[in-house]
């Protein structure tokens, strides 16, 4: 009794103190305390499996112990936390293995632009610059696209509630169907060259076109990889920049580091951050073409663009990467959890479900209107921590920490299982 008077003393002074624009606290009602792998404990010391990882920000889980140690020491020896864009050595270790390790084998070669540290202002970096190489002034984005919360972001994402936020007009910028968007006999990106070819379509040549590979808060949408390579082909063809959001679905959440690579496309713009730093330090990276890297000494810039916490645990997660097992391990897992979701569309049908998604990134979108909403609540109670996705929250979407164990994978599956029963009864 004492501790549940307790928690609901720490949730009062939330709702007593906190603006109302919070969210995540309305679904997940406690008051986190620990966590460690893909586990979070609260104040009362129940256990949630995390399904969840941060929104993609901790593919590496919570408290990585390599992680944590290699932050520690560069704290205890006094290494530079704050630098802006100055030079450190935290930052130069960083660039050097990024470039060793994941660049050079995929055979990419970009400048590393690191704009303010999270995903919108990596985004709002790629569209400005845009802009800038091409001298136009339009940017095409997709259906159900969610790019970030700052004006311009806004303006190419889809979410009708996100959009009114904004409480300003959203210029500049058009939305085409996403793969499939128009049923699976469509190529959309024959509607999307028709505009373009078409001098009375209305839609002015743009100066780059933004997607994500699979539309995370879009609903677990994946583009077929033929579809992307029409995609580049037409802005190759048309001079249009190539702009990839892989800021949720990148850093190995599809299965390989960058969610293009099984396309075989190269972007010109490629958009990173949330897991980037490995930790869940804040931190982003725009990668921009060699050719395309024209700014001025701090045309584009941000406070905390230099930090070296971000860049000590960045460099640690790089390991991950050396090799392919841990891809190969993501893949395994990511079968794993499709095959779950399948069994469970097939064992109950009143879901009304469609399995969606492609590696740890993967979840069912229910038919039933408020359904994934309700059963997200059921697993939140049995000590399961998932989110829905979706233009209605219909989807309920399973995104664990990548190297998150099958215990624990299997366990979390029960209780989706569990959760799905008490919501059908």
Known sequence: MQAIKE???QLTV?????SAVRSYIRSFPTTFSKAKGSTMWDTNGKAYIDFFAGAGALNYGHNHPKMKEALLSYIAEDGITHSLDMGTKAKANFLTNFNEIILKPRNLEYKVMFPGPTGTNTVES??????KVTGRELVISFTNAFHGMTIGALSITGNSFKRHGAGVSLNNSVAMPFDQYLGDEVDTVDYLEKFLEDSGSGVALPAAIILETVQGE??????????????EELCRRWDILLIIDDVQAGCGRTGTFFSFESADINPD???????ISGYGTPMALTLIKPEYDIWGPGEHNGTFRGHNLAFITATEALNFWKDDEFSKDIIEKGLLVDEFLKRIVSQYPELEGEVRGKGLFRGIACGVEGLADKICAQAFEKGLIMETSGPSSEVFKIMPPLN??????NKGFAIVEASIKACLK
């Not at 790629?126 to 802009?131: C, N």
Request: hydrophobic content about 50%; aromatic content about 4%.
């Open 269 to 275: 713009i490629v958009c990173l951050s949330k897991s």
């Open 126 to 131: 790629a569209l400005k610059l845009a802009r």
């Open 218 to 231: 879009g609903g677990l949408n994946v583009a077929n990889p033929e579809w992307l390579k029409r995609v």
């Open 14 to 18: 939330f709702e007593e103190m906190e």
């Open 404 to 409: 998150i164990d099958r215990e624990a994978l």
């Open 7 to 9: 928690l609901d003393a």
